[in-house]
C-alpha cells in the first residue's frame, strides 16, 4: 500500500486533520472537496469550506499504510491533541509550504498562525520518539527552543521572572489565581496558557487580558518575519512553539515583569520549559490524561511533569496528589535539589470565604497560587516585602521567617491574607471551568460549564454539580426545577469512564436525575474565508456516546444526539419554553465542547 499523505489545517479555533485514504487518490479526493465545498470528520467536528491553497499546502509523508484507497471514503479526522502536542520535532517533515502572507493584517497573521499545524504522521512519530529516547527527543526539543529564541533575542536568563506550572488538573486555573495574585500587588502580569476557547488571542494576556489584536498583530509580524529570515519552511517552529516564543517575545518586549507560563502537555519536554532558573515551579493534581505521551502509570506520569523542577529552585505541589505520584516527586525534588513544599490549605491562613473560583478542587488550586504568588515575592525587589505584607496589623514580621534557598514555607509566615490578595482571589475569572452562566434573556436557564475532560476532573466536576443541586436556594424549588446535561469527550476518550461517577451518584439520589441528555457533535464555528458553510455530518461518535450512557443508564435516562452545540443549546431554550421553566444545565466532557457554548451563550459578547 502506498503510504498516507496527509494534510492538516487549523480554523481559528480548533485543529482539523484532513487525511485522504492513499497518496494515489489525494489529488482526486481534494478535486472532490473543492467542488462539493464540502469536508467531514470522522470524529466530533466537521466543516464546510472552500479549499484556499496558500492555506492547505502542507504535504506531509506520513508511515501509516492505508486502509482503504477509495477516495469517497477519504477520513477527516479531528487531532485534538495537534496543538498540545507542542514538542513535535519538525526533523521528520519532508515538505512543509507555509502559507504566503499578502499583507501584514490581524487576520492574514491567524492564517499563517494556522499553517505551521503538524500533520498527524508527524505527531504520531514524535509519539513514539518521546516514549522511546527521551533523553534524545528533549535535546532536540531544547535545542530547537533555544536557537528560535537566540534569534529572537529572547532573553532566557534574567529579562523574564518565571512562574512555571505543570499538571493534569487545574493547571490553567492555577496560573489564573497566581496573575491575579501578582497583579494585585502592584505587578505586570503576562499569562500564557492553552487552549484557548473562542480565540487564539486568550493564551495570551497581559495584565490579566487578552493581548489585542493590534499587539497580537504587532509581534506576530516581529516574531514571523525574523525567523523566515534565518530558517527554510521545514525548520519553522509548529503551532505551539510558535506561540509560546510570541508571547515570550511579547511578554519581554512589553518589560512584564512576572511571567507565569503554563506547560502544554507534560513537562520535561514541553516547549515551554526552556527557563533555567525560573523563580518558582507548581505541579497542580496529577491523573491519567495523554497516556501515550507520559506514561501508562501515574509514576511515568508524574515523572515527565516533574521534569519542569530546576536545581536550587523551590518547587510547590497539592496535598490531594496521589501516593504513587507524590513519591515521583519527593524523589525528583531530591535529585534535582528543588526543596519541595506541600501548599497548605486556604483555611490553614484563616480564609474560609467564597473565592471567585466554583468548586472545592479551586480551593486547592487557590493553595497551590497563593504559595507560588508568596514565593515569587518573596524575591522581586520592585516593592518592599512591608509594603505587602505589614499593612496587615497581624503580620509584621512572621514573613520574613520564608527562607527561598530550603523553601521552608508555612501559611504561618503569610496569614492572616491581606486585603489585596483577598481580593485577588475572590475576583479572578477563568472561563469554562467550573462557571456559571446565565444568558440575559432567559434569567430562568442557568448554565453550568466545566471543561473537565479525565475520569479524576469527571470526580471533581460532579462534586462541584451536587454543592449546585443541592444548596438550600435549588431544594426549596426542586420540584419546579428540571435538569439537562449536555455532554460530548474528544481526543479518543472513553465516555463511560467520564459518565459512570454521574449515573452512580443518580442511582444513589446523591443528585437528581436528569430530564434530558444530549450528545452534541462539536462544530467549529468560524472559517478563514467568506464563503463558508456549516453542513450537518453523520453522526456516529454521537450515538456510540449515547449508546454507552444508555448502557450505564440501562435506558432510565432520556438520552438524544445533535447535530451541533448550537441546535442543542436552542432546542434547550426550546424546551424551557423560552425561559418560562426553571432549567439548570450542565456542560461538561471537553474544553472545546464549553468553547461551543460559550460562543453560543455570549454572542455578540464574544471575542474572535
Not at 293 to 305: F, N
Not at 531 to 559: I, P, R
Request: some cysteine.
Amino acid at each position: 500500500m502506498n503510504s498516507v499523505k496527509r494534510f492538516l489545517f487549523d480554523t481559528t479555533h480548533q485543529h482539523l486533520l484532513f487525511s485522504s485514504s492513499s497518496s494515489s487518490s489525494l489529488s482526486r479526493s481534494f478535486i472532490q472537496c473543492s467542488r462539493n465545498n464540502r469536508l467531514q470528520c470522522s470524529s466530533n467536528l466537521f466543516i464546510n469550506r472552500s479549499i484556499d491553497k496558500n492555506i492547505i499546502k502542507r504535504s506531509i509523508s506520513g508511515n501509516t499504510t492505508a486502509a482503504n484507497s477509495n477516495s469517497s471514503n477519504s477520513n477527516f479526522t479531528l487531532n485534538h491533541s495537534s496543538d498540545a502536542l507542542n514538542s513535535n520535532s519538525n526533523k521528520n517533515i519532508v515538505d512543509m509550504n507555509i502559507h504566503i502572507p499578502v499583507d501584514n493584517t490581524y487576520e492574514e497573521a491567524i492564517n499563517t498562525l494556522l499553517s505551521l499545524q503538524s500533520n498527524q504522521g508527524v505527531i504520531l512519530s514524535w509519539i513514539n520518539q518521546r516514549k522511546n529516547d527521551k533523553e534524545g527527543a528533549t535535546k532536540i526539543l531544547l535545542e530547537d527552543m533555544l536557537g528560535y529564541c537566540r534569534v529572537l533575542n529572547i532573553n532566557l536568563n534574567d529579562k523574564q521572572s518565571v512562574i512555571h506550572v505543570a499538571g493534569t488538573k487545574g493547571k490553567g486555573s492555577t496560573c489564573a489565581l497566581v496573575e491575579s495574585l501578582i497583579r494585585n500587588q502592584g505587578f505586570s502580569t503576562g499569562l500564557f496558557t492553552s487552549p484557548h476557547l473562542l480565540s487564539p488571542r486568550e493564551r495570551i494576556r497581559i495584565n490579566g487580558d487578552m493581548i489585542s489584536k493590534e499587539l497580537f498583530t504587532k509581534y506576530f509580524w516581529i516574531v514571523w518575519d525574523t525567523l523566515r529570515q534565518n530558517y527554510k519552511d521545514q525548520e519553522m517552529p509548529n503551532f505551539f512553539k510558535f506561540l509560546t516564543l510570541l508571547a515570550l517575545k511579547t511578554f519581554q518586549e512589553e518589560n512584564i515583569e512576572c511571567t507565569i507560563l503554563e506547560v502544554g502537555i507534560g513537562g520535561r519536554m514541553d516547549s515551554t520549559n526552556i527557563f533555567p532558573r525560573p523563580v518558582a515551579t507548581g505541579i497542580s493534581a496529577l491523573g491519567y490524561d495523554h497516556m501515550n505521551v507520559l506514561g501508562d502509570t501515574l509514576q511515568e506520569i508524574a515523572g515527565e511533569k516533574a521534569g519542569i523542577m530546576k536545581t536550587d529552585i523551590p518547587v510547590f505541589t497539592v496535598s490531594s496528589q496521589p501516593s504513587e505520584a507524590m513519591e515521583v516527586l519527593v524523589k525528583q525534588s531530591k535529585t534535582m535539589s528543588s526543596p519541595l513544599c506541600v501548599a497548605p490549605s486556604l483555611s490553614e491562613y484563616g480564609f474560609n470565604d467564597k473565592i471567585s473560583l466554583d468548586g472545592q478542587h479551586q480551593r486547592e488550586n487557590c493553595a497551590l497560587a497563593l504559595a507560588l504568588a508568596n514565593c515569587w515575592l518573596s524575591k522581586q525587589t520592585k516593592i518592599p516585602l512591608e509594603n505587602i505584607y505589614s499593612n496587615v496589623e497581624e503580620n509584621k514580621h512572621q514573613y520574613k521567617q520564608y527562607q527561598y534557598n530550603i523553601n521552608n514555607y508555612s501559611s504561618a509566615f503569610f496569614k492572616p491574607l491581606s486585603p489585596s490578595i483577598q481580593k485577588a482571589i475572590t475576583t479572578c475569572e477563568w472561563a469554562g471551568r467550573a462557571q456559571h452562566y446565565v444568558m440575559d434573556q432567559y434569567p430562568n436557564i442557568d448554565f453550568y460549564l466545566d471543561g473537565a475532560h479525565t475520569p479524576e476532573s469527571s470526580l471533581v466536576c460532579l462534586e462541584w454539580w451536587k454543592t449546585v443541586v443541592n444548596s438550600s436556594a435549588t431544594k426549596d424549588s426542586d420540584k419546579d426545577t428540571h435538569y439537562i446535561f449536555v455532554y460530548n469527550s474528544t481526543g479518543g476518550r472513553n465516555p463511560k469512564s467520564f459518565l459512570q461517577p454521574f449515573i452512580t451518584s443518580i442511582k444513589d439520589k446523591e443528585i437528581p436525575m436528569f430530564d434530558l441528555s444530549i450528545i452534541p457533535s462539536i462544530t467549529i464555528d468560524k472559517t478563514l474565508d467568506k464563503n463558508s458553510m456549516l453542513v450537518e455530518k453523520a453522526q456516529v461518535w454521537e450515538d456510540f456516546v449515547v449508546k454507552c450512557f444508555n448502557e450505564l443508564s440501562e435506558d432510565s435516562c432520556k438520552v438524544v444526539a445533535s447535530k451541533n452545540v448550537d441546535n442543542c443549546l436552542e432546542s434547550i431554550i426550546e424546551y424551557s419554553d423560552n425561559g418560562k421553566k426553571k432549567v439548570k444545565v450542565l456542560v461538561t466532557g471537553s474544553l472545546y465542547l464549553v468553547g461551543n457554548a460559550l460562543k453560543f451563550l455570549m454572542k455578540d459578547k464574544a471575542f474572535n
